[in-house]
């Protein structure tokens, strides 16, 4: 509610003179500078094809108040190439192409009204079941580490690498390789904290 007062404020204390809201004004005057360097060739009275310095060509129509920048769309504030073709017809006036809803007049008229108070007597609640958070499973502990096949990683650097990947493995459960061994059973793939042996 602050900040519908400081809006209306602005409205209702905005020079007779002006037009256009604040916002309005600042975005027209930003694309003003761009159309100083805008070159164009009119296809019709409404109609141009206008190039900008970087050689990019843009169509404009100001009877359909279409561009194919798309910012003349966007927010219905002329664009740098809308004016550019504005001013090169006889007629320069921007204030018929701007849209009447980023008026001074329409501004006051948003922000005088008050909101009408809704009546809530009468609501009643709907039958809705009970919230519950969504069912889901999260493991206890640390996660599992995944272990590679020794013939889908890349092996380590070094003489001593070299021979512990051409060590034979001792039997079945070192087939998956690990550079890791337990302290326990002396076995490779697996800590002294997930050894099956029974600690001495």
């Known amino acids: 509610m602050d900040q519908r007062f400081q809006r ?3 409205a ?3 020079h007779q003179a002006e037009k256009w809201t604040p916002w309005a004004r600042g975005k027209l005057q930003e694309h003003r500078l761009l159309a100083r360097t805008n070159t164009i060739v009119m296809r019709s009275n409404t109609q141009g094809l206008v190039r900008q310095l970087n050689d990019n060509v843009y169509t404009i129509d100001l009877e359909a108040k279409i561009c194919s920048c798309i910012v003349f769309q966007e927010n219905g504030i002329p664009c740098s190439h809308a004016i550019t073709t504005i001013f090169a017809r006889p007629n320069r006036n921007l204030t018929s ?3 009447e809803s980023l008026s001074i007049l329409t501004w006051k008229k948003t922000y005088t ?3 009408p108070l809704i009546d809530i007597s009468d609501l009643t609640k709907l039958p809705l079941s009970e919230c519950h958070p ?3 499973r999260v493991p206890r502990g640390r996660p599992k580490k995944e272990r590679f096949r020794k013939d889908k990683i890349r092996g380590p650097r070094g003489e001593a690498a070299a021979q512990a990947i051409a060590e034979p ?3 079945a459960d070192d087939e ?3 550079p890791y061994h337990c302290s326990t059973c002396g076995q ?3 800590f002294s904290t997930t050894c099956k042996r029974p600690h001495d």
């Open 169 to 171: 493995a001792r039997d």
């Open 97 to 99: 192409y701007m849209p």
């Open 176 to 178: 998956v390789w690990s």
């Open 188 to 190: 490779r793939g697996h």
């Open 8 to 10: 209306l404020e602005l």
């Open 134 to 136: 969504p069912l889901t």
């Open 12 to 14: 209702v204390g905005a």
């Open 113 to 115: 009204s008050n909101f």
